[in-house]
Each structure stands twice: as structure tokens, then as C-alpha cells.
């Protein structure tokens, strides 16, 4: 067991941590991160990255984050590959301690945890994720031009991407598992006009089909649930979008969530109801979740923690 101080420390190896690590080891700060399991965050999972600027050329999610893990490591930043177990923010310094049963105590944090996508959890599902199963329109979309996608959920996540897709594919399914749809009524109004799109209803997907060599999909074993009939709608992609889950568990009884469980923070800020506590990235964030925008609100993180030290009494 190790006791580590700092002025700064982040939780999290995404985007937004280690973009903030970055600001604030520019900024003289010395921060820690602890990377927690998924080193590099989201992107690890996905190939090609098309929409975080400066790469004339697509780039996997892996090279972008490493390439971010190094630009911190050459700036200063200490990076800690262990994971936050507990949190104590009610006194300063705060302390998080750690399932390598290290100690971690920072004068500030900034929490960049991110959110994670919902799976149905087939084991077919899993075995196509980023081969044809992707759970954001916005970064896979564009891989779909003129082919025959599906979108599944009934929320304003699933409405907005099936429509959004439809600027690339050929056709779009939406596969909702009643029948309604939860979206809210504009959207709903805008899906049904749109000619490209069609809803399958009151039917669940049993299994993804496709090819192993190779790996990509060919289609989707669907069930409807009233008649209990299956059957098979050939499409190239398709899209997850039965909602996220914040990575807020570890927060929940110290600092102020959402109804969904994103921790709050003040309106164009990265202040949590804690003082001296951050957060930046999808872990605040249900609307964008992109990694641009991540890495955005890590680098505010970093610049209001600045300012909030140097507004504090020199020790
Ligand atoms: P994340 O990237 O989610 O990182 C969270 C970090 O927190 C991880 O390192 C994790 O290990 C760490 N963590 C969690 N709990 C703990 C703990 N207890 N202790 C310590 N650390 C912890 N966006 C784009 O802009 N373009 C794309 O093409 C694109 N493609 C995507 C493809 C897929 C399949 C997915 C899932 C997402 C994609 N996104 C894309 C969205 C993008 O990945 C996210 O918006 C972005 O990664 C959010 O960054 P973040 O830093 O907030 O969180
Ligand atoms: P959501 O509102 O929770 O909807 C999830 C959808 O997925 C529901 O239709 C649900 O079905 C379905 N679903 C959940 N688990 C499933 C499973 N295992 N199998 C099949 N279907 C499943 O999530 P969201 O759409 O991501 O929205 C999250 C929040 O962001 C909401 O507050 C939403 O309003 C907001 N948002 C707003 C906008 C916008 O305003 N343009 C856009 C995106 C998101 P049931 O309906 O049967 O429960």
C-alpha cells in the first residue's frame, strides 16, 4: 500500500482525464491520475476514429489513446493504472482509496469516469461489437453509406440516431420492444414522415447473424414478443440505443446527481455540489458524448481547478 499526495488527482483515462492532466501538469500542478480499469476509456473500443481533429487519417480508438497517455506522460503527469474503490469528500485534503489498497489524497479531483453504453448482453452482440454492432451513430454512422442499418430502442437516443442515419444508409429499422415508442412526440413526428425509415414493433433481437471471415454482420434474428414468431431482417449495422449508465456509483452518496445519476454541475462549469470537486466529460454529460467534447470539459476542469487553488490560503 502506497500513500500518494497531490494537487490534482483524476480519476479517470479517457478523453476528459487525460486532457485535464495535461492542462493542469502545463499549469505546474503535478497531478495524479488513476486510470482505472479501461485504460484509455471508450475509444479502446472502437477502430476508426474519423472525427477528433487533427488526424487527416482515421485513427484507432487504441493509437489516439496512447498517443494522449504519452502527451501526458511528457508533460509531467503521474498515471497510476489501479482503480477507485472509495471516495471521501467530505474533508481536505480528499481521499480516495483503491483496489490496490493504495491511498490517494488530493487537495482537488476531478472525476472523469465517463458513462457506458447499455448492451442487450448476447453473447452474439458481443461478438460483433465494432464489426457491424456499434452503440453511437455519430462515430460509426458514416461507415453505413447506402447500406441497410437498425436502430434498437424506443427512447429519444434511439429517434435521434435512426433519423440521423438515415443522412447515410439506405434504409433504417427501428426495433422497439412495445408498441409505443417513449420518444418525445417532435421526434416521433419527424421519424414517422421520414420515408427511409420503418419500425419493426413489439420485437427484440435473439441474435445478431453474420460472418466470421470476415467478421461483420449480415443480420438480425428478431422475435416478436405478442406472436412469439421469428424472424430474419438482413442489415450491415446495427445500432444500440437502449440508453448509458453515468460511472457514478462511487459518488453517489457524496456529491449531487441527476435523476439519471450524471453529476451535476454549475451551468457552464465543471463545478461539482462539492467545492474543489470536478467533473468533466460523459460522466456530466447525457447530451454529447463525444470525445472532443470530453476532452473540451476536461481542459475547463483543469483551468477552474487552477483557479480555484490559486484562490486558496498558501499553507
Ligand atoms: P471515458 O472515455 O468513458 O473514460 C472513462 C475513464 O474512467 C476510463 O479510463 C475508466 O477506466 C475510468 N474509470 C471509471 N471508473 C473508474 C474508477 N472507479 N477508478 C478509476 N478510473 C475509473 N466519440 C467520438 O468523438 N468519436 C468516435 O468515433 C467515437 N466512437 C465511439 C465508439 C464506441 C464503441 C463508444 C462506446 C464510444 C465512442 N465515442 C466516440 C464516444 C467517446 O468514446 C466518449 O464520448 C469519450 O470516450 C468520453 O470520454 P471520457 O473521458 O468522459 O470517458
Ligand atoms: P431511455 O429514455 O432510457 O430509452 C431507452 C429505450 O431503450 C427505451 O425505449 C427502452 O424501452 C429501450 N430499452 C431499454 N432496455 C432495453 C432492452 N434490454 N431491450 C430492448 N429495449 C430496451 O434512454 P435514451 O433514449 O438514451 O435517453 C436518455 C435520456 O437522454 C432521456 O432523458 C432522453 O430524453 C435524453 N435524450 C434527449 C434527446 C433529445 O431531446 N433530442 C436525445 C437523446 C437523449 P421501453 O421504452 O420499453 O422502456
Not at 420485437?203 to 445478431?208: C, M, R
Not at 438480425?220 to 414468431?229: A, G, M, P, Q, V
Not at 438482413?234 to 440508453?243: C, K, L, P, Q
Request: net charge negative; hydrophobic share 40%; aromatic share 8%.
Amino acid at each position: 500500500m502506497a500513500e500518494y499526495k497531490t494537487k490534482v488527482l483524476i480519476i479517470g483515462s479517457g478523453p476528459a482525464g487525460y486532457t485535464a492532466g495535461i492542462y493542469a501538469a502545463r499549469a505546474g500542478l503535478k497531478p495524479i491520475i488513476v486510470s482505472g480499469e479501461q485504460i484509455g476509456g471508450q475509444l479502446t473500443m472502437t477502430n476508426d476514429i474519423e472525427n477528433f481533429p487533427g488526424f487527416a487519417t482515421p485513427i484507432s480508438g487504441m493509437e489516439l489513446m496512447d498517443k494522449m497517455r504519452n502527451q501526458a506522460l511528457n508533460v509531467g503527469v503521474e498515471i497510476i493504472d489501479d482503480k477507485i474503490t472509495e471516495v471521501d469528500f467530505s474533508q481536505r485534503p480528499f481521499s480516495c482509496s483503491s483496489e490496490n489498497h493504495n491511498l490517494f489524497c488530493g487537495e482537488t479531483v476531478i472525476i472523469a469516469t465517463g458513462a457506458s453504453a447499455r448492451w442487450l448482453g448476447l453473447e452474439s452482440e458481443t461478438k460483433f461489437r465494432g464489426f457491424g454492432v456499434s452503440a453511437c451513430a455519430t462515430c460509426d454512422g458514416f461507415f453505413y453509406r447506402n447500406r441497410d442499418v437498425a436502430v434498437i430502442g424506443g427512447g429519444n437516443t434511439a429517434v435521434d440516431e435512426a433519423i440521423y442515419l438515415t443522412g447515410f444508409a439506405r434504409s433504417v429499422t427501428l426495433i422497439h420492444r412495445r408498441d409505443s415508442l417513449r420518444a418525445d412526440k417532435h421526434l416521433q413526428e419527424r421519424l414517422f414522415a421520414n420515408p427511409k425509415i420503418r419500425v419493426e414493433w413489439d420485437s427484440v433481437v435473439d441474435e445478431v447473424l453474420g460472418t466470421d471471415n470476415p467478421l461483420g454482420v449480415t443480420g438480425l434474428r428478431l422475435k416478436n414478443i405478442k406472436t412469439d414468431e421469428t424472424k430474419v431482417l438482413n442489415v450491415e449495422g446495427v445500432f444500440m440505443a437502449i440508453g448509458h449508465h453515468p460511472n457514478t456509483e462511487l459518488f453517489k452518496n457524496q456529491l449531487k446527481l441527476d435523476k439519471d445519476g450524471y453529476i451535476e454541475t454549475l451551468p457552464n462549469s465543471c463545478q461539482t455540489s462539492v467545492e474543489g470537486v470536478f467533473a468533466a466529460g460523459d460522466v456530466k454529460d447525457p447530451n454529447f458524448r463525444q470525445a472532443v467534447v470530453a476532452a473540451g470539459s476536461g481542459c475547463i476542469a483543469a483551468l477552474e481547478t487552477e483557479k480555484y487553488l490559486s484562490a486558496q490560503p498558501q499553507k
